[in-house]
């Protein structure tokens, strides 16, 4: 059942990469609505993760969604590959080739929900033609390859995308920089997933699992705060 409430989606990204399932198993019991796992190509952005036999083995710890953002260029050979190690949502850029509508087309037909990525410099009306066959946009508010990276003001284009997206089942959801500070203003604009990289993982360890919870609960706690002000 489609629902905007808010939703914490963790990224792996800063996790200890040597210890993938317990920390996945740390987040969820902490209150992680969504695991979010960030692939890089080395081409398409200026790094390099997780292809999909490391996706298929993340899902074995995953009991709640796992939204996987593709970062590379091309998308269409892998999709197949990433449907088949168990992403339920598959994310591609609208830059990363000239026939988004085929690749988000393709991504259904394997079984996946769509979503459509923008980046920072590109306007809310590149992904207006997509808004009938997706089921998440994912703006951007860092430009992509790295975590950790100084928040860009994405305010205007997640408005202009909350009212393009009208009463659709369409998730909005916000990549980069998110904390306290700045998850309140994207949720006010329209966004109902909030990645979180550094911001949940800073401090805390799969044996101080309790320092993930109180980071995502801040930011929960600061959003209700900005709804109640």
């Avoid at 992680?32 to 081409?43: F, L």
Wanted: glycine share 8%; aromatic share 6%.
């Amino acid at each position: 059942m489609f629902d905007r409430s808010l939703k914490i989606a963790p990224s792996i990204l800063s996790a200890d990469f040597a210890d993938f399932g317990r920390e996945i198993r740390a987040i969820e019991d902490q209150g992680a609505d969504w695991v979010h796992v960030d692939v890089m190509d080395g081409h398409f952005v200026p790094n390099l993760t997780f292809g999909p036999p490391a996706v298929a083995a993340f899902r074995k710890h995953v009991k709640t969604v796992m939204d996987v953002h593709l970062m590379i260029s091309p998308v269409d050979p892998y999709i197949d590959a990433y449907a088949k190690a168990g992403a339920d949502i598959l994310t591609a850029h609208v830059e990363a080739g000239p026939h988004a509508h085929r690749t988000m087309q393709a991504i259904r037909a394997a079984g996946m929900k769509a979503g459509v990525a923008i980046n920072p410099g590109t306007p809310a009306e590149a992904v207006e033609h997509l808004l009938d066959m997706v089921d998440l946009i994912c703006v951007m508010t860092v430009n992509p390859g790295f975590g950790g990276q100084k928040y860009i003001d994405m305010t205007a284009k997640v408005r202009k995308l909350r009212s393009m997206i009208g009463d659709r089942p369409v998730h909005i959801e916000i990549d980069g920089g998110m904390d306290p500070t700045t998850a309140p203003l994207m949720v006010a604009a329209g966004a109902d997933v909030l990645v979180a990289g550094s911001a949940v993982f800073k401090g805390g360890s799969v044996s101080t699992p309790e320092v993930y919870g109180t980071n995502m609960r801040a930011i929960r706690d600061a959003v209700s705060a900005a709804k109640a002000a």
